[in-house]
């Protein structure tokens, strides 16, 4: 089923078999934490159009394929989601392990995620914690040793610091694959496999890009059960 929507001029498609949630049109009508709504409008007027439609299917717990220029406001659509599923885990009193993984094909789309989740996670008390290749593996098992609640990181990285027994990926319930356009570009699809066998069976996943070619969406169908997509158009 296919809905079709204009926003800021933007035309705007889901595809989905249930009721398309009503859009968030400003920072107030979300139910992020007050401290994050706060930051959230101080730095920016309202929320772009991804965010508008991306962070109520997120919410809504199901598995989103989100597909939005670049320069769009993509990170903030599925970050501030999973803060929000980490607030909502029940919390043992031990720590079983990291609730999200975000995967990103570079070392510098990483450093850039982690960037700005780190801003919003410090004001709720969430930690996390970069993985990329070219850097200490050391330095990064000590970062895991403080028990973050979200992994960034590359592929290759992630895998291999789970070989290593310094990461367990047991209990992520929720599993962003940004760009995954050039994921599967620069090779990813065998490692990205491995790690969907390694997270819970009864995970959300993300996914986020720029293009949706058919590759893609074979992947994506691969792992994916039943998505809503959101596709935003441009305005030029
Ligand atoms: P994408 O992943 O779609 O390429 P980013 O998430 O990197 O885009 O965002 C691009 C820029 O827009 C960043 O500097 C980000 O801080 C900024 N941004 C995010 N949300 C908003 C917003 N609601 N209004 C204005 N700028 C925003
Ligand atoms: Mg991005």
């Given at each position: 089923l296919e809905t079709k929507l204009f926003l800021k001029q933007h035309e705007i498609q889901v595809t989905t078999d249930e009721a398309?949630?009503?859009?968030?049109?400003?920072?107030?009508?979300?139910?992020?934490q007050e401290k994050i709504v706060k930051t959230l409008s101080q730095a920016f007027q309202t929320p772009t159009p991804i965010q508008s439609v991306g962070w109520p299917l997120a919410l809504s717990g199901r598995d989103v394929v989100g597909?939005?220029?670049?320069?769009?406001?993509?990170?903030?659509?599925?970050?501030?989601?999973?803060?929000?599923?980490?607030?909502?885990?029940?919390?043992?009193?031990?720590?079983?392990?990291?609730?999200?993984?975000?995967?990103?094909?570079?070392?510098?789309?990483?450093?850039?995620?982690?960037?700005?989740?780190?801003?919003?996670?410090?004001?709720?008390?969430?930690?996390?914690?970069?993985?990329?290749?070219g850097a200490s593996k050391s330095l990064q098992v000590r970062e895991l040793r403080s028990n973050p609640h979200l992994i960034i990181g590359t592929p290759g990285r992630i895998l291999d610091h789970l070989r290593d027994g310094s990461l367990s990926l047991k209990n992520i319930s929720f599993m962003v694959l940004d760009e995954a356009d050039r994921m599967l570009e620069m090779g990813f699809e065998q490692q990205i496999r491995q790690l969907f066998q390694s997270i819970r069976p009864d995970r959300q996943v993300l996914y986020w890009s720029a293009t949706w070619p058919k590759k893609v969406q074979n992947l994506a169908n691969e792992f994916i059960v039943n998505p809503v997509s959101v596709q935003v158009g441009d305005n030029e």
């Open positions: 398309v949630p009503s859009l968030m049109l400003n920072f107030t009508q979300t139910p992020f597909i939005s220029k670049t320069g769009s406001g993509k990170t903030l659509s599925f970050i501030l989601p999973a803060i929000q599923h980490i607030l909502s885990q029940e919390r043992p009193s031990t720590y079983r392990g990291p609730n999200v993984l975000v995967v990103a094909p570079t070392r510098e789309l990483s450093v850039q995620i982690s960037q700005e989740a780190t801003l919003y996670l410090g004001k709720v008390g969430l930690r996390s914690s970069t993985l990329f290749g």
